[in-house]
């Protein structure tokens, strides 16, 4: 089962994805789609103003390609990525805790001690490829918050259900949430 949309004017055919025996989601995936992702970087960046921040931030890993390029495209030199596990090179990292509905059970994410100076007392943009439940946005808005940032904006491909409204983000589409036969939820 699919479900067709169109995202910055490409058209594309998202496979529906078990979450629980009632629920599906539509699967937005930028990896590997280098026309897709360099689209919805170009939409994303028109939906803020370069003004309005001076970093942007996202969590591992579907949206690093995402924010890559909106990096590219905006000229940014520097982006940050909060990582699902502390690395070697991170000195004093900070965490906080991520539920997201495509990750089974309760994750960290983390950022190392010499991001979250860079983050103090800036602007920042979060990043995401798809907002549902919203946990991982509010995971990234703690580690602002931790790190000292304020956050000023929230971008994403596509919001599920009423994610957009709900978490105030900026969006390209809106994807309904599914039943087991394909069905949209009502």
């Known amino acids: 089962m699919t479900y067709p949309v169109e995202i910055a004017g490409l058209k594309r055919d998202l496979p529906l994805c078990k979450v629980t025996d009632d629920l599906y ?5 930028c990896f590997g789609d280098a026309e897709v992702t360099v689209a919805c970087a170009r939409e ?8 309005d ?24 030199s520097k982006y940050f990525v909060a990582r699902k596990a502390p ?20 994750q960290k994410l983390y950022l190392g ?15 995401d490829d798809v907002v ?5 946005l509010k995971a990234m808005e703690k580690l602002v918050e931790l790190c000292g940032g304020k956050v000023t904006g929230r971008v994403t ?6 994610a957009g409204e709900k978490f105030h983000i900026k969006y390209l589409g809106k994807l309904p949430l599914f039943n087991a036969d394909g069905s949209i939820k009502g």
């Not at 509905?101 to 309760?106: F, K, P, R």
């Not at 549902?132 to 991982?136: C, K, Y």
């Not at 491909?157 to 009423?162: I, K, M, N, P, T």
Request: glycine content about 8%; charged content about 25%; overall charge negative.
């Open 25 to 29: 989601i539509a699967a937005f995936i």
């Open 44 to 51: 994303l960046l028109k939906l803020v103003p370069a003004e």
């Open 53 to 76: 921040y001076d970093y942007m931030l996202t969590a591992e890993a579907k949206s690093i390609p995402l924010i890559h390029e909106m990096a590219r495209q905006s000229g940014a």
């Open 87 to 106: 690395k070697t090179y991170m000195t004093d990292p900070i965490s906080v805790d991520d539920k997201s509905i495509t990750t089974h059970g309760m």
């Open 113 to 127: 001690r010499e991001d979250a100076d860079l983050i103090k007392g800036k602007r920042i943009l979060i990043i």
């Open 132 to 136: 549902s439940t919203g946990g991982s």
């Open 157 to 162: 491909c596509f919001a599920e259900g009423d």
